[in-house]
């Protein structure tokens, strides 16, 4: 808690504030959902009227210093994008189905084996083998360091 008068005045200041952009932030993501979710479903008139209201939320965000300036243009330019990208939906008639296709029971109850099993067993054997041979070379140089010099002169003078 502040104590101090400009500060006290300062913290009302900034809560009003946050208030206010909060609002205008809340009303640019809106815009921008329903622009989004109009292009999805394929409705261009919708769409085109949702986007111009989305560009225009974002502005004024923009202006008020609410959003960054390249933000605005960044999401602008990807609802622009998807708005070019869309395919209006065109509504089929679904036919039915002249003959029933009938699942066999037995080819469902039967899974297919894997393949990768066996390379985790193939793997498993190469580690082992070579946990082994590293492991014999460190017994080899640990007894050379146990035997004394004179064992040593012996084995160079043979």
Not at 78 to 100: D, F, N, S, T, Y
Not at 104 to 120: C, F, I, Q, V
Not at 131 to 152: D, G, L, R, Y
């Given at each position: 808690?502040?104590?101090?008068?400009?500060?006290i005045?300062?913290?009302?200041?900034?809560?009003?504030?946050?208030?206010?952009?909060?609002?205008?932030?809340?009303?640019?993501?809106?815009?921008?959902?329903?622009?989004?979710?109009?292009?999805?479903?394929?409705q261009?008139?919708e769409?085109?009227?949702?986007?111009?209201l989305?560009?225009?939320?974002?502005?004024?965000?923009?202006?008020k210093?609410?959003?960054?300036?390249?933000?605005?243009?960044?999401?602008?330019?990807?609802?622009?994008?998807?708005?070019?990208?869309?395919?209006?939906?065109?509504?089929?008639?679904v036919?039915?189905?002249?003959?029933?296709?009938k699942?066999?029971?037995?080819?469902?109850?039967?899974?297919?084996?894997?393949a990768?099993?066996?390379?985790?067993?193939t793997?498993?054997?190469?580690?082992?083998?070579?946990?082994?041979?590293?492991?014999?070379?460190?017994?080899?140089?640990?007894?050379?360091?146990?035997?004394?010099?004179?064992?040593?002169?012996?084995?160079?003078?043979?």
């Amino acid at each position: 808690m502040a104590n101090i008068k400009s500060q006290i005045k300062r913290n009302r200041q900034n809560e009003k504030r946050r208030l206010s952009n909060r609002v205008a932030r809340g009303k640019a993501r809106a815009a921008l959902g329903k622009a989004r979710f109009t292009i999805e479903t394929g409705q261009s008139e919708e769409a085109k009227a949702s986007v111009l209201l989305a560009i225009s939320a974002l502005d004024k965000a923009s202006q008020k210093g609410i959003l960054h300036k390249n933000n605005v243009a960044r999401r602008k330019a990807r609802l622009m994008k998807h708005l070019a990208a869309m395919k209006p939906v065109e509504v089929k008639k679904v036919e039915e189905p002249k003959e029933e296709v009938k699942v066999e029971p037995e080819a469902e109850a039967k899974p297919a084996k894997k393949a990768a099993t066996t390379r985790k067993t193939t793997t498993a054997k190469k580690t082992t083998t070579a946990k082994k041979a590293v492991a014999e070379p460190k017994k080899a140089t640990t007894t050379k360091k146990t035997t004394t010099k004179k064992a040593t002169t012996k084995k160079t003078a043979e």
